[in-house]
């Protein structure tokens, strides 16, 4: 396996250029490839899961043409709603999907309802992931889904759908908010009156303001009634957008604004998301100022010029303390908040977080695992982590990652408390921010 070695650090200074978004580009993609017209795409994050998507689009018969001259920049010529590759019973077109959330659950979605024949799996994680809540709430709608393998699992057979939209679709809240997007961006498709009903608690609510935003931007607005209730009126459909930019990843500003925090006494800027962001991660700024973090907001702070806004977190003069948070508004993000804790002075409690167990990996055992490795004392429930900082970080810990992106990135910022670390399979990173460990070595020292 290959290993990174991570020196001991003390000092993060420094400006990162965030990549795209993760969740804005997969969305605008296929939101793109829907549209009646040709959309160019600026900042596109380029990573393990916009690649699935692109080659999934492809494989569909969607035209995309990339600039030459900069591999983030995209033209995307949308099919109005009609994908051109509909394959056979025989011959179903086959998609890979390696471990990529955000393209697998809207792919599942806009494909039931595109009448045609496809076959959708992935890397063996994939498989593991669940997906029955949604299929339950599209087979509502009349899809017709077939697993291959274990019930509720990927992979997935998709026939054409035998449409019936008569009755309001439920679809649980409480499990995944990807289930939810999928729905809401597949069934204008239809081109029917739709009704959806969201059972149980929505989580993540920020992460279905995203997918909302971009589907107005795209032309399709959706009556909300609070988080319980959606209406997707008939004869909706995607329109292009002549230019759109793709914000920087706020998930991924975490790590430097959390290195900011922990050993930033001049400051350590990430450039591409301001204060007004669509995406719900950048309110982790905002609990690092809660903390005593001293965050600054520069720029227009605009959404159409999110390429011109930063945010700068400084170090407090004084130690954090422990803190207890409900964790909903953001998900991602407070993977970040757990490495945090253990330059608390207290216990810090991360709560409302049981969407970490069906992620990338079980992202609950997998920190409290790697926590201890580093020293803390750690109490893990179904959907909370506690952690007791130790009095001395563990020198020379080697943290396994899961092929989770996230926990590679995270357990980096542990170097920042003086001690050396080493990072198993750090290619993992690829997923979201394959430059991520040369942005890191730039700020820290």
């Known amino acids: 396996m290959e290993q990174l070695h991570l020196p001991a650090a003390n000092r993060a200074q420094g400006t990162i250029k965030l990549p795209g978004s993760k969740s804005i580009s997969n969305r605008t993609l296929l939101l793109a490839a829907l549209a009646n ?3 160019e795409i600026f900042d596109l994050l380029k990573s393990d899961d916009t690649d699935r998507m692109l080659e999934a689009l492809a494989t569909l018969g969607v035209e995309l043409t990339q600039n030459p001259n900069d591999a983030l920049n995209l033209k995307v010529k949308g099919v109005s709603g009609n994908l051109p590759n509909k394959g056979t019973s025989e011959k179903p077109v086959d998609l890979f999907l ?3 959330g955000t393209a697998f659950r809207p792919l599942t979605a806009a494909l039931a309802f595109s009448n045609g024949y496809y076959y959708l799996h992935g890397v063996p994680r994939m498989h593991e992931r669940p997906i029955g809540d949604l299929v339950d709430a599209l087979r509502q709608a009349g899809a017709q889904i077939e697993y291959l393998g274990n019930e509720g699992f990927p992979p997935l057979r998709i026939s054409p759908a035998q449409l019936d939209l008569s ?4 679809i649980r809240g409480d499990v995944s908010s990807q289930f939810l997007t999928a729905l809401l961006m597949a069934l204008p498709l239809t081109k029917q009156n739709a009704t959806i009903e969201v059972v149980g608690e929505l989580i993540s609510k920020p992460y279905i303001e995203i997918t909302l935003n971009l589907m107005q931007r795209f032309g399709v607005n959706i009556q909300r009634e609070g988080w319980n209730k959606f209406k997707i009126t008939e004869n909706n459909e995607y329109k292009n957008i002549q230019i759109i930019a793709v914000e920087g990843d706020a998930s991924s500003a975490s790590y430097f604004l959390a290195a900011g925090a922990i050993a930033g006494e001049k400051g350590v800027t990430v450039s591409g998301v301001g ?3 669509i995406q719900g991660d950048v309110k982790f700024a905002n609990e690092l100022k809660k903390l005593g973090v001293d965050i600054r907001y520069q720029g227009v702070n605009s959404q159409l010029s999110s390429a011109l806004d930063s945010i700068t977190a400084i170090r407090p003069k004084q130690k954090i303390k422990g803190f207890d948070l409900d964790c909903n508004h953001i998900p991602d993000a407070a993977m970040t908040l757990a490495i ?8 810090t409690s991360l709560r409302n977080i049981a969407s970490w167990r069906v992620k990338e990996t079980d ?4 920190m409290a695992t790697e926590l201890r490795k580093v020293g803390a004392i750690v109490e893990e429930g179904t959907d909370y982590i506690t952690i007791t900082p130790p009095e001395k970080l563990t020198p020379n810990a080697v943290i396994d990652t899961y092929d989770d992106h996230r926990m590679a990135m995270c357990f980096s910022l542990v170097s920042l408390g003086g001690v050396p670390i080493t990072i198993n399979d750090p290619k993992c990173v690829n997923k979201t921010f394959p430059e991520y460990f040369d942005a890191f070595r730039k700020i820290v020292s």
């Open 363 to 366: 992202r609950i055992a997998a």
């Open 167 to 170: 009755q309001p679709i439920k």
């Open 98 to 100: 390696g471990n990529a």
């Open 37 to 39: 017209g040709e959309t």
């Open 275 to 277: 204060e007004n962001s």
């Open 340 to 347: 945090l804790a253990l330059f608390a002075d207290g216990i």
